[in-house]
């Protein structure tokens, strides 16, 4: 086994950096163990170099300028969103508002339509004691001879 080795990404050695493509001390002190050179080709892919070492490179960034238009798309829809949140937060509050108010007026009504039920029914009762007293008198009147059409004789 060699004592260097080189990898499709950068590594860091204590306080040393190798960027992708450079040699890296294996094993002893400073070096990487056979187990961590594993983990990293299993993780970034076996080392090809030359014009295939750049090619990751130039995938990320286009992933990542993608990735970056699409965050910027995000974003303003976000805002849109919050906007638009805002809004119906505003018809909501107006709405919640005016649905006091015509609890207010339903109270108010249904309170008026209780007295106006009582009221009509103290004058029912008013009405069927006239209606009685009528009849009572009309009786009377019958009674005493006047021909029961309320003439007097």
Same mark, same amino acid.
Do not use: C, I, Y
């Given at each position: ?85 805002? %809004?119906?937060?505003? $018809? @909501? =509050?107006?709405? *919640? ?5 015509? +609890?207010? /007026? #339903?109270?108010? !009504? &249904?309170?008026?339509?209780? %007295?106006?039920?009582? $009221? @009509? =029914?103290?004058? *029912? ?5 006239? +209606?009685? /007293? #009528?009849?009572? !008198? &009309? ?15």
């Amino acid at each position: 086994m060699s004592k260097t080795h080189r990898f499709n990404t950068t590594v860091s050695l204590g306080a040393k950096s190798f960027p992708p493509g450079a040699d890296v001390p294996l094993g002893g002190k400073n070096g990487l163990s056979p187990e961590e050179v594993s983990k990293l080709e299993n993780e970034f892919g076996v080392w090809k170099g030359g014009e295939n070492a750049a090619r990751p490179d130039r995938q990320a960034a286009l992933v990542n300028a993608a990735l970056e238009k699409e965050a910027e798309m995000l974003a303003h829809r976000v805002e849109e969103q919050q906007k638009k949140l805002v %809004e119906t937060a505003g $018809e @909501r =509050d107006a709405l *919640a508002s005016e649905k006091t108010a015509l +609890a207010a /007026r #339903v109270e108010e !009504l &249904e309170r008026l339509h209780s %007295e106006a039920s009582a $009221e @009509r =029914d103290a004058f *029912a009762e008013d009405n069927q004691l006239l +209606a009685d /007293r #009528v009849k009572e !008198l &009309e009786a009377a009147t019958a009674g005493e001879g006047g021909g029961g059409n309320g003439e007097k004789a």
